[in-house]
T-cell receptor
């Protein structure tokens, strides 16, 4: 597609349930990033993929959070046993990396997660 | 890791006024982007500007990498310019991940 696509756009779940969030990057972009934005806050880095590997997972807040990327394209962020503090907007971005430092990042519209 | 500070945190303008937003960063950078987050939460790319000056309509930006700051200029502001403006940088061995500032909340009144 023309831009980064994320689904679902909204997800309401009960505490303790697992959720999966999907990101479809811009075609041809090699790098993919997940960020989280809590209400009224800035953007918090979660994880970065180059191809299917994740050189930097430093932002994942706990072992309940995991992510994978297949075929160098679509990525899924999984949150197990959701907690109320997981409520946030989860944003995905992609870029075409040249050299070692990435390029311009483009963001999707986000998936808003509400944990009751 | 690299630190990013934006100022001012809040800015209120009358329509038609000009403004300057500032972004200071703590280390050398190889990527710097300015974003506008609209009221629906969408992050809109404004500039990709690790150095130099760029202009796009009423907006322009300048990055002085050697002095570790960037400026975003908004001229003849409009109510649709309201929202949060973020500066984000990549520096050192950060694998291209952007580190965001806390943003400047801009409100433009008619």
């Amino acid at each position: 597609g023309a831009g980064v696509s994320q689904s679902p756009s909204n997800k309401v779940t009960e505490k303790g349930k697992d959720v999966e969030l999907r990101c479809d990057p811009i075609s041809g972009h090699t790098a993919l990033y997940w960020y989280r934005q809590s209400l009224g806050q800035g953007l918090e880095f979660l994880i970065y993929f180059q191809g299917n590997s994740a050189p930097d997972k430093s932002g994942l807040p706990s072992d309940r959070f995991s992510a994978e990327r297949t075929g160098g394209s679509v990525s899924t962020l999984t949150i197990q046993r959701t907690q109320q503090e997981d409520s946030a907007v989860y944003l995905c971005a992609s870029s075409y990396r040249t050299g070692g430092f990435g390029g311009e990042l483009f963001f999707g519209e986000g998936s808003r997660l509400t944990v009751l | 890791g690299i630190q990013v500070e934006q100022s001012p945190p809040d800015l209120i303008l009358q329509e038609g006024a000009n403004s300057t937003l500032r972004c200071n960063f703590s280390d050398s950078v190889n990527n710097l982007q300015w974003f506008h987050q609209n009221p629906w939460g969408q992050l809109i790319n404004l500039f990709y500007i690790p150095s130099g000056t760029k202009q796009n309509g009423r907006l322009s930006a300048t990055t002085v990498a050697t002095e570790r700051y960037s400026l975003l200029y908004i001229s003849s502001s409009q109510t649709t310019d309201s929202g949060v403006y973020f500066c984000a940088v990549t520096g050192g061995t950060s694998y291209g991940k952007l580190t965001f500032g806390q943003g400047t909340i801009l409100t433009v009144h008619p």
